[in-house]
């Protein structure tokens, strides 16, 4: 039963970590004070202000939280043993994040996801083309596993 699982995991679970480390890694370097994407990533309101300002205990929190993620998944991969996780808790996590992943997605019907109110912002555009859809798909490999 186990080789049927894996092998039907192998694939979401490489395509995860091969996205979630370097945009784990990007939240990094924001924290350490890179500015190269920022202005494309925040939301914006209708006179072009940012909807907040990133702090860089906010980036860090993500970063961290992306990394770990891919370690949870390497786990459940059994690249390597991580003791404190048992199938329940991995499993409840990698279900919570699916969930906030395609939350994420779909949005708040605001100012991000799928259902977001159309706006001429470099977010906008990043988020419909970009953001979303890879959130989306993230909620949908994390589901997978």
């Known amino acids: 039963m186990l080789e049927i699982i894996f092998k039907n995991t192998i694939i979401p679970s490489h395509i995860l970590i091969m996205?979630?480390?370097?945009?784990?890694?990007?939240?990094?370097?924001?924290?350490?004070?890179?500015k190269w994407g920022m202005n494309a990533t925040t939301p914006t309101?209708?006179?072009?202000?940012?909807?907040?300002i990133p702090r860089k205990i906010?980036?860090?929190?993500?970063?961290?939280?992306?990394?770990?993620?891919?370690?949870?998944?390497m786990s459940r991969m059994h690249w390597f043993l991580l003791p404190i996780l048992g199938?329940?808790?991995?499993n409840r996590i990698l279900k919570?994040?699916?969930?906030?992943f395609t939350?994420?997605?779909?949005?708040?019907?605001?100012?991000?996801g799928f259902f977001s109110k159309p706006r001429n912002s470099m977010f906008r555009k990043y988020d419909r083309r970009l953001y979303?859809?890879?959130?989306?798909?993230?909620?949908?490999?994390?589901?997978?596993?």
């Open 45 to 52: 309101r209708e006179d072009g202000t940012p909807l907040f």
């Open 132 to 145: 979303s859809p890879l959130c989306f798909l993230l909620g949908i490999l994390l589901w997978s596993i």
């Open 58 to 73: 906010d980036c860090f929190v993500v970063g961290s939280g992306l990394i770990l993620l891919s370690i949870v998944v």
């Open 19 to 34: 996205l979630l480390i370097p945009i784990g890694l990007i939240h990094f370097y924001w924290t350490m004070g890179g």
């Open 87 to 90: 199938d329940q808790t991995s």
């Open 103 to 112: 939350l994420r997605a779909i949005g708040e019907f605001n100012h991000v």
């Open 96 to 100: 919570t994040f699916a969930l906030i």
